[in-house]
């Protein structure tokens, strides 16, 4: 078999590989509040499969839990995965709904997109963002991932993680950030409770950023400030800065933290 016969293959190999994701997605999605629980004949009704295919990725979602199957003759339900995932999801735009108003008060008083982000493992996830209204202006868009050790919004999270230094090394990798060197720059972040970037992610954009935390005294996500250099130099990011602190106490204070001291202050 000649290499570029091989090459034809492997890319057929992914090509399918492709499809059988969005045919799975298409029988998820064929289960609704009032279908919550169907055949493999009443789904095959609803998807453009084969019966042979059907099963095959039938089993396949039983096997990681997005499927269960109850009965006789056999029916299937979403499963613990689903729920998992919606629980996920859900959380997230409670917390947007919460931290609204305190976004809209930043985003009011800098004229600048205002973001919030929640960590996920080694990313950040953007769940709330308020573009900057200016022609000028630096946004991502909710649904935004990006390593959690790159990035002013990134690294206000990360500080207060206490992750180990192996999780550390996990993080960075791939990167190009020294493992050492990002240590330093999270301790001077846990000192002075803040985090910034300059021209980090994108050329001439500055960010700054905060963290904020839970009734439990852990942190649950951060948020951030970005704009052109050209609008955000020394003495407007220290005023940004100081907004940003005062109103990570109050989304602190409505997530639960209490009457205690943050970190960010």
């Known amino acids: 078999m000649s290499s570029s016969r091989g090459v034809v293959v492997a890319t057929t190999d992914k090509n399918e590989n492709v499809r059988a994701v969005g045919r799975a997605l298409e029988i998820l999605l064929a289960f609704t509040a009032q279908?919550?629980?169907?055949?493999?004949?009443?789904?095959?009704?609803r998807v453009d499969l084969s019966r042979p295919t059907l099963y095959r990725l039938l089993y396949t979602l039983q096997e990681h839990g997005f499927l269960i199957s109850v009965g006789e003759p056999q029916r299937f339900r979403?499963?613990?995965?689903?729920?998992?995932l919606a629980h996920v999801w859900t959380s997230s735009l409670d917390l947007a709904a919460v931290a609204e108003?305190?976004?809209?008060?930043?985003?009011?008083?800098?004229?600048?997109?205002?973001?919030m982000f929640l960590p996920q493992r080694e990313l950040r996830l953007c769940v709330a963002e308020l573009p900057s209204p200016q022609p000028l202006n630096f946004?991502?868009?909710?649904?935004?991932?990006?390593?959690?050790?790159?990035?002013?919004?990134?690294?206000?999270?990360l500080a207060?993680?206490?992750a180990t230094a192996e999780e550390m090394s996990s993080y960075a990798k791939g990167t190009g950030i020294n493992p050492k060197e990002l240590e330093v720059e999270l301790a001077r972040t846990r000192k002075r409770g803040w985090a910034s970037?300059?021209?980090?992610?994108?050329p001439g954009a500055v960010a700054v950023a905060v963290p904020f935390f839970d009734r439990n005294a852990a942190v649950a996500g951060s948020i951030g400030v970005f704009g052109p250099e050209v609008r955000?130099?020394?003495?407007?990011?220290?005023?940004?800065t100081k907004l940003l602190q005062e109103e990570s106490k109050n989304l602190s204070a409505m997530l639960g933290y209490g009457s205690k001291e943050t970190n960010a202050a």
């Open 35 to 45: 279908d919550f629980e169907l055949s493999a004949s009443e789904l095959l009704k």
């Open 78 to 84: 979403l499963g613990a995965s689903v729920a998992r």
């Open 101 to 115: 108003p305190v976004l809209r008060r930043i985003w009011r008083a800098t004229g600048e997109t205002v973001a």
């Open 139 to 157: 946004k991502r868009g909710v649904g935004y991932t990006e390593r959690i050790v790159r990035g002013a919004t990134g690294r206000a999270i």
């Open 160 to 162: 207060y993680m206490g």
């Open 197 to 202: 970037s300059h021209s980090e992610l994108i």
């Open 232 to 240: 955000l130099g020394a003495e407007r990011l220290k005023q940004i």
